[in-house]
């Protein structure tokens, strides 16, 4: 039985919208290993998606502002939905309006969202009910006014178009963006660890099985991605630095590194899984300062250390963590996996190390935020009957798995 499902994600400075056709797989019996539905994937196929960036807006101010990022989630929203009906098909202009009792629905339900109940209400005396199934939406974590901006819009559809929404996080999204690809045959087997990194989020996540999730280690302070921007500022680097400390790393190892540049490795010996990232980040600016004017070649060394740091630590923290809880299956989910030599790491880890551990890592276009690792994580929610499914819920910006 297929299911189609719209993903709605506005959590940070992305505004996102998919809908997906969604189809669960049988039970998988295989020796003693753990198999339930879902191991090797649900079966995915993109109807429609439609992304919105805000980068180079929140550029400007070297940082995601949560007011305007609010301002341009409820500007993009529903014009991205449109874009997304037409790209699935799903698209079918109306020809009665709405009525008055339809009307009053609405503008309650965006009560908060005044700023966008006229696109809503124009929206729907414009088209018919599409054939959606099942809403999924970002409740959590992230930045609760652009939070809001996405539930209030699912909410409302729902109530207009009686359709059940499910409340998603935007870490098991993460999860099971890994699931997305249909070129890779899955084999999630269980226990399963997941290292999750982004510009808000450095934690080591233990699954036992799908939707039973214990956060084992996390970060202190200052999320790697978040660690990666700060370089990049004291590197004078433009918002987001992520991809810049990159691609100035890249350039230094084309060549012999000035050896005298050298960062500490934090907590990389503790007995723990935790993560530091606020002195690494701390290391690099009394390191600048201690050797004044940069050139270009001394800025790709100190971005090469950098990364080296925290992806040395990273690894080191998930590979005790995979050897201490025998784990089957390694999960890499979150925007920092997008870095080259991160993803680089990994693979040669589980290569050498790990050979009958299975290493899932989303596409890049999958690995940043996105609407249809909410519509994944949403759709499995709703086809398990999770207990903790709400009716009515709130955006949570401190949400955890």
Wanted: net charge negative; proline share 3%; aromatic share 6%.
């Amino acid at each position: 039985m297929k299911t189609i499902v719209l993903g709605i994600e506005t959590s940070c400075d992305e505004t996102a919208i998919c809908i997906i056709e969604a189809g669960e797989h049988g039970v998988i019996n295989s020796g003693n290993e753990v198999k339930e539905p879902f191991n090797n994937g649900p079966e995915i196929k993109v109807l429609g998606n439609a992304l919105q960036s805000q980068i180079e807006i929140h550029a400007k101010h070297g940082g995601v502002f949560p007011a305007l990022a609010k301002r341009e989630h409820s500007k993009n929203i529903t014009p991205l939905f449109i874009e997304a009906l037409k790209k699935s098909g799903l698209y079918q202009e109306k020809k009665s309006t709405l009525g008055d009792e339809e009307k009053t629905k609405i503008l309650v339900s965006l009560k908060m969202e005044h700023e966008m109940a006229a696109d809503v209400i124009q929206l729907l005396e414009t088209i018919e009910k599409p054939n959606i199934d099942v809403i999924a939406v970002t409740q959590g974590p992230g930045l609760e006014p652009a939070l809001w901006v996405g539930i209030n819009f699912a909410k409302t559809l729902g109530t207009v178009w009686n359709i059940k929404v499910v409340p998603t996080n935007h870490m098991e999204g993460h999860i099971v963006s890994v699931l997305v690809d249909s070129e890779k045959e899955k084999n999630v087997t269980f226990p399963a660890l997941a290292l999750l990194i982004s510009g808000g989020h450095t934690e080591l996540v233990l699954i036992k099985s799908w939707h039973e999730y214990s956060v084992i280690g996390r970060t202190r302070d200052d999320a790697v991605g978040e660690a990666f921007d700060k370089v990049a500022r004291i590197l004078g680097l433009e918002y987001p630095g992520g991809p810049k400390i990159s691609a100035l790393a890249k350039k230094s190892r084309e060549r012999v590194k000035n050896e005298n540049i050298v960062l500490p490795r934090p907590m990389l010996n503790t007995k723990d899984y935790d993560f530091s990232f606020s002195g690494l980040k701390t290391a690099v600016l009394y390191l600048v300062k201690k050797m004044g004017e940069l050139s270009e070649t001394d800025k790709e060394d100190i971005a090469r250390e950098f990364e080296d740091s925290a992806t040395e630590v990273l690894v080191k923290k998930t590979r005790q963590a995979m050897i201490d809880h025998n784990v089957r299956t390694i999960i890499i989910g979150g925007g920092v996996i997008a870095n080259e030599n991160i993803r680089g790491a990994f693979q040669k880890m589980t290569s050498m190390d790990f050979i009958d551990v299975n290493l899932f890592i989303p596409q890049i276009e999958h690995s940043t935020d996105n609407a249809i690792m909410i519509a994944v994580a949403g759709y499995m929610r709703f086809v398990s009957k999770v207990d903790s499914l709400e009716v009515d819920f709130k955006a949570s910006g401190n949400l955890s798995l």
